[in-house]
């Protein structure tokens, strides 16, 4: 009798997980949204990372040796100093759009997304306003780095404008995808070609790949030895925003689970995956 009833349990439990599973996906990007827009520990963290940027530029600017780009030459120390900032969650914050997706029961589109980058309404990331501007007063040149493609680029330059981030420089400070032959997915190209013609003291961005070259093959084991290996840079020179809604770290996880690239179902199912794995994948 015991087995039976253990076997009918198991089998509701099995039927109740399938019947969710479509509404999984949703209901942790609702969780990570919320977490991302609502919390005072998500705005505190965001204040935490410009502040203690903020603190260590001064020290930074006062030593001409030291460089945050990988792709810095030697003789940097010649160059004016610059700092570089991802767009997307670094310093605007596109929750409203991600809202409206949830609202409409859309999943992530061009066409939508389109739409909303002309809007040109992003809001400012806490802190993230305080600390571009502090570095412009130091004489410093702010670059921002986005995989928008440069198509949507007169709206997002018109949103940094009126959001009131520094652009002392004009055009030259956005660099966008595919605004050169080899600006692609891959930042490290934007990066180098900053480093040939500023000292890079500092980069602030939400994704591994917005401070070294990443693959789409790496498995987030993987990610994280490299993450880890750069110890020296995190917290002077680098500094990670959080963003748990999207971004490599997904598509990292998806792709080491052997699925995920079918729809919502085959992305959770992934996950789930993965987290069963979790002992050969090193979490615990």
């Not at 596109?94 to 997706?101: G, I, M, P, S």
């Not at 949507?152 to 004009?170: H, I, S």
């Not at 180098?192 to 602030?204: D, E, L, S, T």
Request: hydrophobic share 40%; glycine share 6%.
């Amino acid at each position: 009798m015991k087995t039976l009833l253990l076997l009918v349990c198991s089998a509701c439990v099995l039927l109740t997980a399938c019947t969710q599973t479509t509404n999984t996906s949703q209901s942790s990007d609702l969780d990570a949204l919320l977490w991302s827009t609502a919390s005072a520990e998500s705005d505190a963290i965001s204040l935490q990372v410009y502040a203690q940027a903020k603190r260590q530029l001064d020290g930074l600017l006062a030593n001409p040796k030291k460089s945050a780009a990988l792709e810095q030459d030697d003789d940097a120390e010649k160059l004016l100093p610059a700092i570089i900032v991802e767009v997307d969650e670094t310093i605007l914050s596109n929750a409203e759009f991600r809202y409206y997706l949830m609202a409409q029961n859309k999943a992530f589109n061009l066409e939508d997304w389109q739409e909303w980058v002309k809007e040109s309404a992003a809001k400012p990331v806490p802190g993230a306003l305080q600390y571009t501007n502090y570095a412009a007063e130091k004489g410093v040149t702010v670059f921002y780095v986005t995989n928008r493609h440069v198509s949507l680029f007169d709206a997002t330059y018109r949103n940094l404008e009126e959001a009131g981030f520094p652009l002392n420089w004009g055009e030259m400070q956005l660099l966008m995808r595919e605004a050169e032959e080899d600006w692609d997915w891959d930042k490290s190209s934007r990066r180098a070609f900053i480093a040939g013609h500023y000292r890079v003291v500092q980069i602030i961005g939400d994704s591994l790949g917005d401070f070294i070259a990443t693959s789409p093959d790496m498995t987030p084991a993987q990610r994280r030895d490299k993450s880890a290996s750069y110890i020296d840079f995190w917290g002077e020179k680098w500094f990670m925003l959080a963003n748990p809604i999207y971004g490599d770290w997904e598509s990292a996880i998806v792709g080491s689970s052997g699925g995920g690239a079918g729809g919502i179902n085959d992305e959770t199912r992934a996950k789930y995956q993965f987290i069963r794995g979790g002992e050969s994948q090193g979490i615990w």
